[in-house]
Antibody, heavy 117, light 107 residues
Framework: QVELVESGGGVVQSGRSLRLSCTGS????????IHWVRQAPGKGLEWVTL????????YYADSVKGRFTISRDNSKNTVYLQMNSLRLEDMAVYFC??????????WGRGTLVTVSS | DIQMTQSPSSLSASIGDRVTITCRAS??????LNWYQQKSGKAPKALIY???KLQSGVPSRFSGSGSGTDFSLTISGLQPEDLATYYC?????????FGQGTKVEIK
């Protein structure tokens, strides 16, 4: 079936690194832009980053610029989010989402990143 | 960055009521405006794109309208399964900012 599945979340100390993965199935993964969106506990949705289908463009929220890097391997139907220098305020559920018609039409279930001091 | 402001932040309505949530952008986003529904503990679900177009499989009681800076999401005939938080989002430019959310409760 058509789905996105995130993985890689966990507990990490402040200042350390973590890499998340988003794997798609059931559709032409390499034909779509992919976003990461996060949600801190009890808070709203925050857009984090975007990668174009061909990896030619990447965009980041100011809150993660210089610390997070998005990449993709279309041969593995996977987008990665490398998160360095993690802060307490990065603690959230991280969702990946597919963009279609300028909307996020398909979302994964999310993966929880917990940052401890 | 474009700021998205939703109102109200929460509302309580009865089954069968007509419910309207508004979303205002800090600058024009044309019709690059989307609406999402998020139920507790779940991922968001796309409802409306391009301000007024229904995503596939979304019940017809949901509708969207607006352009420029002012938008609305209407639920015509609230159902128990509509208990959720609703978010607007602009896709006119990056960062793709979201509104703060509107929590819909059932009386």
């Amino acid at each position: 079936q058509v789905e996105l599945v995130e993985s890689g979340g966990g507990v990490v100390q402040s200042g350390r690194s973590l890499r998340l993965s988003c794997t798609g199935s059931g559709f032409n993964f390499g034909g779509y832009e992919i976003h990461w969106v996060r949600q801190a506990p009890g808070k709203g949705l925050e857009w984090v980053t975007l990668i174009w289908h061909d990896e030619s463009q990447r965009y980041y929220a100011d809150s993660v610029k210089g610390r997070f890097t998005i990449s993709r391997d279309n041969s593995k139907n996977t987008v990665y989010l490398q998160m360095n220098s993690l802060r307490l305020e990065d603690m959230a559920v991280y969702f990946c989402a597919r963009e279609r018609d300028w909307s996020f039409d398909l979302w994964g279930r999310g993966t929880l990143v917990t940052v401890s001091s | 960055d474009i700021q998205m402001t939703q109102s109200p932040s929460s509302l309580s309505a009865s089954i069968g009521d007509r419910v309207t949530i508004t979303c205002r952008a800090s600058q024009s986003v044309n019709t690059y405006l989307n609406w999402y529904q998020q139920k507790s503990g779940k991922a968001p679900k796309a409802l409306i794109y391009d301000a007024s177009k229904l995503q596939s499989g979304v019940p017809s009681r949901f509708s969207g309208s607006g352009s420029g800076t002012d938008f609305s999401l209407t639920i015509s005939g609230l159902q128990p399964e509509d208990l959720a938080t609703y978010y607007c989002q602009q896709s006119y430019t990056t960062p793709r900012t979201f509104g703060q959310g509107t929590k819909v409760e059932i009386k």
